[in-house]
Protein backbone atom coordinates (compact mmCIF):
# COMPACT_ATOMS: atom_id res chain seq x y z
CA UNK A 1 0.00 0.00 0.00
CA UNK A 2 2.90 2.42 0.82
CA UNK A 3 4.44 1.83 -2.46
CA UNK A 4 0.98 2.80 -4.11
CA UNK A 5 1.00 5.75 -2.45
CA UNK A 6 4.52 6.70 -3.00
CA UNK A 7 3.93 6.20 -6.81
CA UNK A 8 0.53 7.96 -6.75
CA UNK A 9 2.78 10.62 -5.25
CA UNK A 10 5.52 10.73 -7.53
CA UNK A 11 2.84 10.88 -10.73
CA UNK A 12 0.73 13.38 -9.36
CA UNK A 13 4.45 15.53 -8.48
CA UNK A 14 5.60 14.66 -12.04
CA UNK A 15 2.36 16.14 -13.84
CA UNK A 16 2.72 19.37 -11.26
CA UNK A 17 5.84 19.92 -12.54
CA UNK A 18 4.73 19.48 -15.89
CA UNK A 19 2.34 21.53 -15.50
CA UNK A 20 4.76 24.55 -14.18
CA UNK A 21 7.24 24.00 -16.51
CA UNK A 22 4.62 24.37 -19.09
CA UNK A 23 3.50 27.40 -17.78
CA UNK A 24 6.90 29.03 -17.96
CA UNK A 25 7.72 28.12 -21.26
CA UNK A 26 4.08 29.50 -22.42
CA UNK A 27 3.85 33.00 -23.40
CA UNK A 28 0.69 35.61 -24.79
CA UNK A 29 2.35 36.38 -28.61
CA UNK A 30 1.35 39.76 -30.00
CA UNK A 31 2.18 38.61 -33.83
CA UNK A 32 1.87 41.52 -36.48
CA UNK A 33 0.69 41.03 -40.41
CA UNK A 34 -0.59 42.73 -43.33
CA UNK A 35 -3.52 42.19 -44.77
CA UNK A 36 -3.23 40.01 -48.50
CA UNK A 37 -5.85 37.08 -48.97
CA UNK A 38 -5.41 34.30 -48.74
CA UNK A 39 -2.10 34.20 -47.56
CA UNK A 40 -3.68 37.01 -44.20
CA UNK A 41 -7.05 38.28 -43.88
CA UNK A 42 -7.43 40.75 -41.97
CA UNK A 43 -11.91 40.60 -42.37
CA UNK A 44 -11.32 37.02 -40.67
CA UNK A 45 -7.92 37.19 -38.78
CA UNK A 46 -6.95 34.11 -40.38
CA UNK A 47 -5.34 33.40 -43.66
CA UNK A 48 -2.94 30.43 -45.27
CA UNK A 49 0.56 32.26 -43.62
CA UNK A 50 -1.23 33.03 -40.44
CA UNK A 51 -2.77 29.85 -39.80
CA UNK A 52 0.23 27.62 -40.24
CA UNK A 53 2.34 30.32 -38.11
CA UNK A 54 -0.64 30.31 -35.03
CA UNK A 55 -0.97 26.92 -34.72
CA UNK A 56 2.69 26.02 -34.75
CA UNK A 57 3.01 28.38 -31.84
CA UNK A 58 -0.18 26.84 -30.19
CA UNK A 59 1.32 23.46 -30.15
CA UNK A 60 3.97 25.21 -28.40
CA UNK A 61 2.12 26.14 -26.05
CA UNK A 62 1.75 29.62 -26.15
CA UNK A 63 -1.26 31.71 -27.12
CA UNK A 64 -1.55 34.20 -29.54
CA UNK A 65 -2.72 37.51 -30.51
CA UNK A 66 -3.11 38.71 -34.11
CA UNK A 67 -2.47 42.57 -35.34
CA UNK A 68 -2.66 43.74 -38.60
CA UNK A 69 -0.50 46.63 -40.38
CA UNK A 70 1.55 47.49 -43.39
CA UNK A 71 4.68 45.26 -43.25
CA UNK A 72 7.27 47.58 -42.78
CA UNK A 73 5.67 48.47 -40.07
CA UNK A 74 5.39 45.45 -38.90
CA UNK A 75 8.75 44.71 -38.71
CA UNK A 76 9.82 47.76 -36.69
CA UNK A 77 7.93 46.98 -34.11
CA UNK A 78 8.85 43.16 -33.96
CA UNK A 79 12.57 44.41 -34.34
CA UNK A 80 11.52 47.58 -31.06
CA UNK A 81 9.77 44.36 -29.02
CA UNK A 82 6.60 46.05 -29.37
CA UNK A 83 5.37 42.14 -30.72
CA UNK A 84 6.57 39.21 -30.65
CA UNK A 85 6.61 38.06 -34.23
CA UNK A 86 5.77 39.42 -38.13
CA UNK A 87 4.73 37.78 -41.16
CA UNK A 88 5.79 37.12 -44.35
CA UNK A 89 9.70 38.32 -44.92
CA UNK A 90 11.00 37.87 -47.88
CA UNK A 91 15.26 37.65 -48.63
CA UNK A 92 16.14 38.46 -44.89
CA UNK A 93 19.05 37.52 -42.73
CA UNK A 94 19.26 37.57 -39.31
CA UNK A 95 20.83 40.80 -37.85
CA UNK A 96 20.95 41.35 -33.35
CA UNK A 97 17.41 42.29 -33.29
CA UNK A 98 15.56 40.03 -36.16
CA UNK A 99 15.50 36.54 -36.65
CA UNK A 100 14.08 34.46 -39.39
CA UNK A 101 12.24 31.17 -39.40
CA UNK A 102 12.48 28.58 -41.86
CA UNK A 103 10.23 29.08 -45.00
CA UNK A 104 7.31 28.47 -44.17
CA UNK A 105 5.42 28.53 -47.24
CA UNK A 106 6.43 29.88 -50.97
CA UNK A 107 4.98 32.05 -53.07
CA UNK A 108 4.23 30.64 -56.52
CA UNK A 109 3.99 33.38 -59.19
CA UNK A 110 2.49 31.61 -62.24
CA UNK A 111 1.28 32.60 -65.63
CA UNK A 112 -2.48 31.03 -66.93
CA UNK A 113 -4.01 30.50 -69.59
CA UNK A 114 -7.00 28.47 -70.85
CA UNK A 115 -6.03 25.13 -72.58
CA UNK A 116 -8.32 25.88 -75.39
CA UNK A 117 -5.78 28.62 -76.10
CA UNK A 118 -3.30 26.36 -76.68
CA UNK A 119 -0.71 28.79 -75.85
CA UNK A 120 2.94 27.08 -75.07
CA UNK A 121 5.14 29.52 -72.68
CA UNK A 122 8.57 28.23 -72.07
CA UNK A 123 9.99 31.97 -71.34
CA UNK A 124 8.81 35.45 -69.76
CA UNK A 125 9.70 36.49 -73.55
CA UNK A 126 6.84 34.22 -74.68
CA UNK A 127 4.11 36.40 -73.09
CA UNK A 128 5.09 39.25 -74.86
CA UNK A 129 2.48 41.24 -76.96
CA UNK A 130 -0.46 39.33 -75.55
CA UNK A 131 -2.78 40.60 -73.19
CA UNK A 132 -1.70 40.04 -69.97
CA UNK A 133 -3.54 41.18 -66.48
CA UNK A 134 -1.66 41.29 -63.10
CA UNK A 135 -1.12 42.74 -59.89
CA UNK A 136 -0.01 46.44 -59.27
CA UNK A 137 3.53 46.54 -59.40
CA UNK A 138 4.34 43.25 -61.38
CA UNK A 139 6.90 45.26 -64.05
CA UNK A 140 8.86 45.22 -60.65
CA UNK A 141 9.44 41.93 -59.97
CA UNK A 142 10.39 39.84 -62.91
CA UNK A 143 13.17 41.04 -65.00
CA UNK A 144 13.63 42.91 -68.15
CA UNK A 145 11.77 40.59 -70.30
CA UNK A 146 8.58 41.01 -68.04
CA UNK A 147 9.26 44.86 -68.56
CA UNK A 148 9.35 44.70 -72.36
CA UNK A 149 6.00 42.83 -71.64
CA UNK A 150 4.53 45.92 -69.80
CA UNK A 151 5.32 47.99 -72.19
CA UNK A 152 2.58 47.16 -74.91
CA UNK A 153 -1.21 48.27 -74.36
CA UNK A 154 -2.50 44.98 -74.17
CA UNK A 155 -0.87 44.46 -70.44
CA UNK A 156 -2.85 45.57 -67.42
CA UNK A 157 -2.18 46.10 -63.75
CA UNK A 158 -5.07 46.00 -61.73
CA UNK A 159 -5.62 46.15 -57.74
CA UNK A 160 -8.61 44.12 -57.70
CA UNK A 161 -7.12 40.30 -57.96
CA UNK A 162 -10.63 38.52 -56.96
CA UNK A 163 -11.76 39.62 -60.70
CA UNK A 164 -9.19 37.95 -62.22
CA UNK A 165 -10.53 34.25 -62.89
CA UNK A 166 -13.44 35.19 -63.72
CA UNK A 167 -11.36 38.18 -66.42
CA UNK A 168 -9.76 34.65 -67.62
CA UNK A 169 -12.39 32.21 -67.75
CA UNK A 170 -14.66 34.71 -69.82
CA UNK A 171 -11.63 35.27 -71.86
CA UNK A 172 -10.80 39.28 -71.36
CA UNK A 173 -7.55 38.24 -71.39
CA UNK A 174 -5.32 35.48 -72.64
CA UNK A 175 -2.93 35.53 -69.52
CA UNK A 176 -3.19 35.80 -65.55
CA UNK A 177 -0.06 36.69 -64.32
CA UNK A 178 -0.33 36.01 -60.16
CA UNK A 179 0.32 33.82 -57.08
CA UNK A 180 -0.71 30.54 -57.37
CA UNK A 181 -2.50 30.89 -54.06
CA UNK A 182 -4.38 33.85 -54.35
CA UNK A 183 -5.59 32.81 -58.25
CA UNK A 184 -7.28 29.73 -57.18
CA UNK A 185 -8.23 30.97 -53.54
CA UNK A 186 -10.32 33.49 -55.71
CA UNK A 187 -11.46 30.88 -58.27
CA UNK A 188 -12.94 28.59 -55.70
CA UNK A 189 -14.90 31.67 -54.48
CA UNK A 190 -15.74 33.39 -57.89
CA UNK A 191 -17.09 29.40 -58.69
CA UNK A 192 -19.22 28.88 -55.69
CA UNK A 193 -20.69 32.10 -56.19
CA UNK A 194 -21.78 31.94 -59.85
CA UNK A 195 -22.71 28.28 -59.49
CA UNK A 196 -24.55 28.43 -63.19
CA UNK A 197 -21.23 28.96 -64.68
CA UNK A 198 -19.54 25.37 -65.75
CA UNK A 199 -16.01 25.48 -66.03
CA UNK A 200 -13.19 23.03 -64.13
CA UNK A 201 -9.70 23.37 -63.35
CA UNK A 202 -8.81 20.83 -65.75
CA UNK A 203 -8.85 23.96 -68.36
CA UNK A 204 -6.60 25.60 -67.13
CA UNK A 205 -2.59 26.02 -68.14
CA UNK A 206 -0.05 26.88 -65.45
CA UNK A 207 3.33 27.93 -66.64
CA UNK A 208 6.11 28.23 -64.15
CA UNK A 209 7.64 30.82 -65.56
CA UNK A 210 9.03 32.68 -62.39
CA UNK A 211 11.20 31.85 -59.50
CA UNK A 212 9.04 30.74 -56.08
CA UNK A 213 9.70 33.12 -53.25
CA UNK A 214 9.65 31.74 -49.64
CA UNK A 215 8.08 33.37 -47.42
CA UNK A 216 9.74 33.85 -43.77
CA UNK A 217 8.20 34.68 -39.93
CA UNK A 218 10.64 37.33 -38.28
CA UNK A 219 11.14 36.77 -34.58
CA UNK A 220 13.16 39.13 -32.20
CA UNK A 221 13.98 36.29 -29.41
CA UNK A 222 16.07 33.88 -30.96
CA UNK A 223 15.33 30.93 -28.75
CA UNK A 224 11.72 31.28 -29.79
CA UNK A 225 12.91 31.45 -33.46
CA UNK A 226 14.61 28.05 -32.67
CA UNK A 227 12.12 26.27 -31.17
CA UNK A 228 9.62 27.40 -34.01
CA UNK A 229 11.51 25.90 -36.70
CA UNK A 230 12.06 22.44 -34.94
CA UNK A 231 8.03 22.03 -34.31
CA UNK A 232 7.56 23.31 -37.78
CA UNK A 233 9.71 20.54 -39.05
CA UNK A 234 7.53 18.08 -37.15
CA UNK A 235 3.96 20.13 -37.91
CA UNK A 236 5.10 20.07 -42.03
CA UNK A 237 5.98 16.71 -41.61
CA UNK A 238 2.26 15.37 -40.60
CA UNK A 239 1.05 17.38 -43.42
CA UNK A 240 -0.68 19.69 -41.37
CA UNK A 241 0.61 22.67 -43.53
CA UNK A 242 -1.34 21.05 -46.55
CA UNK A 243 -4.45 20.74 -44.51
CA UNK A 244 -4.64 24.65 -43.84
CA UNK A 245 -3.96 25.39 -47.75
CA UNK A 246 -6.68 22.91 -49.35
CA UNK A 247 -9.05 24.81 -46.28
CA UNK A 248 -8.30 27.59 -49.03
CA UNK A 249 -8.20 26.68 -52.18
CA UNK A 250 -10.79 23.90 -51.66
CA UNK A 251 -11.38 21.30 -54.15
CA UNK A 252 -10.49 23.73 -56.82
CA UNK A 253 -7.04 23.16 -55.94
CA UNK A 254 -5.16 21.18 -58.71
CA UNK A 255 -2.47 19.64 -56.71
Known amino acids: MYKNMLKTS ?54 VTLGFAPLKRTMRQVENKQADLFLPTFFQ ?31 ISDLIGLKIVTFQGAAGYFGPEFVKASKFDSYFELHNMSKFPEMLIKERCDVVVLDYYIFYYYLQKYLKQKTTVEFSVKEIDEFHLFP ?10 KALRNNFDTQFELYKSQGKDKIVITKYLGEVNPK
Do not use: C, W
Open 10 to 63: SLISLFILTLLSHSLVAKELLMLTDDGPPHMIAASNSGIDVDITREVLQLMGHT
Open 93 to 123: SDTDKLFFSKPIISYRPIALSLKKKKFKFNN
Open 212 to 221: EVKAHVGFHD
